[in-house]
């Protein structure tokens, strides 16, 4: 859903000269498929067994409990993400400016709560 919801601010932002990518420790040959069933049209890069997520000290590790119930909805972390490691990143946003200087970080450990992509045009708008 967020991918989708990210989806939507992509021609606004485009139309500002931004760029959106997505970063997931998911192996490509999950997420490619799940880019086009969506129809993104921004990447969704690869952070294998999430290198660049651990960078940042955004990565957990999910506890025992939570394996099997992830395993019962089908959600197959090892197989998605190409390791056993049962580590995924907390979900965050990343502004950056052309220069690489970050404007906005948010990161929060509970999954649901997702800023609105709508705040990226806000924040990235020559008007800000």
């Known amino acids: 859903m967020e991918l989708e919801a990210l989806q ?12 959106l990518v997505a970063v997931s420790p998911q192996q ?13 049209t921004f990447p969704i890069l690869a952070d294998p ?4 997520a651990s960078a940042f000290g955004l990565v957990h590790r999910l ?22 490691s049962w580590e995924l990143p907390v979900p965050a946003r990343f502004i950056l400016d052309p220069s ?20 990226v045009i806000s924040i990235v708008s020559p008007d800000h």
């Open 8 to 19: 939507e601010i992509v021609p606004a932002l485009t139309s500002m000269g931004v760029s």
């Open 63 to 84: 506890p025992l409990p939570l394996r099997d119930i992830y395993l019962g909805f089908g959600i197959d972390v090892p197989r998605f993400n190409g390791d056993d």
């Open 49 to 52: 067994q999430n290198k660049v």
């Open 100 to 119: 690489g200087k970050i404007l906005s970080a948010e990161a929060h450990p509970d999954y649901t709560r997702r800023p609105d992509p709508r705040e």
């Open 28 to 40: 490509a040959k999950f997420s490619k498929p799940l880019a086009k069933k969506l129809g993104l």
